[in-house]
């Protein structure tokens, strides 16, 4: 199992850009699929932006695309988040999650499948 702690959530205005980290261990981090996801009050957790174990290919959540690109760091077992152009819709906690994968090119948008998660940080975006 893999650990995760997220950081780098905070205030900003909108239009801003903020970045987010998510750092492993427990666990070999290469053999991991990676994602970002997002809960507000009272809503499901909802698919933000994955990467696969390599970091080749990577989804998006169409409300985000073109605006937050989610990387990977294997030398730092690291994951990020930037996101630009934040929006108030933006506002949420968000979530870290690990998925062992045999695929080295495969990403998952199905918060079902990932097995670890962090504790989550929280942003918020005011209008």
């Known amino acids: 199992q893999m650990q995760l702690v997220e950081s780098g959530g905070g205030l900003v205005q909108a239009g801003d850009s903020l970045s987010l980290s998510c750092a492993a261990s427990?666990?070999?981090?290469?053999?991991?699929?990676m994602g970002w996801f997002r809960q507000a009050p009272g809503k499901e957790r909802e698919f933000v932006a994955a990467?696969?174990?390599?970091?080749?290919?990577?989804g998006y959540a169409d409300s985000v695309k073109g605006r937050f690109t989610i990387s990977r760091d294997e030398a730092k077992n690291m994951v990020y988040l930037q996101m630009n152009s934040l929006k108030p819709e933006d506002t949420a906690d968000y979530y870290c999650?690990?998925?062992?994968?045999?695929?080295?090119?495969?990403?998952?948008?199905?918060?079902?499948?990932?097995?670890?998660w962090g504790q989550g940080t929280q942003v918020t975006v005011s209008s």
């Open positions: 999650g690990a998925k062992w994968s045999a695929y080295t090119s495969r990403w998952y948008s199905d918060r079902n499948v990932y097995t670890d």
């Open positions: 427990g666990g070999t981090f290469s053999v991991y699929a």
């Open positions: 990467t696969s174990r390599r970091g080749d290919n990577t």
